[in-house]
């Protein structure tokens, strides 16, 4: 895997590459189709509105019944992508993403936008903690959240190409560049950014570029951590799992999301089912979000490199 030379911040919002990527693949395929609710400019997907007017659904603030009509969509061989909030997409559609979507066997694609801490001023209300949770539980549904620009171009077209539902976490604005432009991204694989024979540190999302600045201060002590981005929650790379326990007999998972039910929660389904090693967990504690900017947020629920330094620290005492 060919990582970015270096992790600057990104100049282009991940909002702005994916409306991009969705416009380009629009102009391939005229079934693609976008419903919001009352979150066009929000979401970033303006561009593909006024480009493709007749394609463009905007329901209004009925999330429910924007999944609902997504469903329709699909029914009628369109490829909808319904975007809105993360809280939105997960927590108040579910019924109509299990049923109408899934069950149904139906084609959907739900992008939430703000998961976690990158909800900032929204607040606890609007911040998600739960929705990797809940979308994981639904039979035949993936789960993907994206790392950087790069990763939202390369898998998009991917997710276009996939008959079934698909969740989606985006944060709107600019992450910390991860993977250089060569690299193959494919839904369902694991990336290993950074091999290591003392600790496997799993993460997702925001949570990559933290890992390996955890990698690094981990190196300067002389302690080699392995770094996987496991972007696709569901279906989880089970392989690249056991192979990083084997390789490193300890495993620190990192998430912007609840440690119950999130990514911890699938990687420890797969070491106890096959390799029991010690194992240590980052993310939201059982915890409601709050108001705050985002470092404050990332300080507050320790999502921080620091934390993910600590934990690798206390896993490998425990080996």
Do not use: W
Request: charged share 25%.
């Amino acid at each position: 895997m060919r990582i970015a030379s270096n992790h600057d911040l990104e100049t282009v919002e991940m909002r702005k590459a994916f409306v991009e990527t969705l416009i380009q693949e629009g102009n391939k395929n005229s079934r693609i189709v976008t419903v919001n609710s009352d979150l066009c400019s929000s979401m970033g997907i303006t561009d593909f509105v006024k480009i493709f007017p007749d394609r463009s659904f905007n329901v209004g603030i009925q999330e429910s019944n924007g999944v609902g009509v997504s469903a329709g969509l699909s029914a009628a061989g369109m490829i909808p992508f319904f975007h809105t909030f993360a809280v939105f997409a997960s927590r108040r559609v579910f019924d109509q993403a299990f049923v109408s979507c899934a069950y149904a066997g139906l084609n959907v694609k739900i992008v939430g936008g703000d998961p976690g801490v990158t909800a900032t001023t929204n607040g606890g209300t609007h911040m998600s903690f739960e929705d990797i949770a809940l979308m994981r539980a639904i039979p035949t549904a993936r789960v993907i959240e994206f790392s950087d620009t790069t990763m939202v171009r390369k898998v998009v077209p991917q997710v276009v190409e996939h008959y079934g539902v698909d969740y989606m976490r985006l944060m709107r604005k600019c992450l910390h560049r991860i993977y250089d432009e060569s690299s193959e991204i494919i839904v369902g694989k694991a990336n290993v950014l950074r091999e290591g024979t003392d600790v496997t540190i799993i993460a997702c999302g925001l949570e990559v570029y933290e890992a390996l600045t955890a990698a690094q201060q981990l190196e300067e002590e002389g302690i080699s951590a392995r770094v996987v981005d496991m972007f696709t929650i569901k279906p989880l790379d089970n392989e690249c799992v056991i192979e990083s326990a084997k390789k490193t007999g300890a495993i620190v998972t990192a998430e912007n999301h609840n440690i119950i039910n999130g990514l911890g929660s699938a990687v420890a389904e797969v070491l106890v089912e096959n390799i029991p090693v010690p194992m240590e967990r980052v993310g939201a504690q059982d915890e409601f979000g709050e108001v705050g900017p985002q470092n404050y947020l990332m300080e507050r629920f320790n999502l921080t490199s620091k934390t993910i330094y600590e934990k690798a620290k206390r896993v490998i005492s425990r080996k």
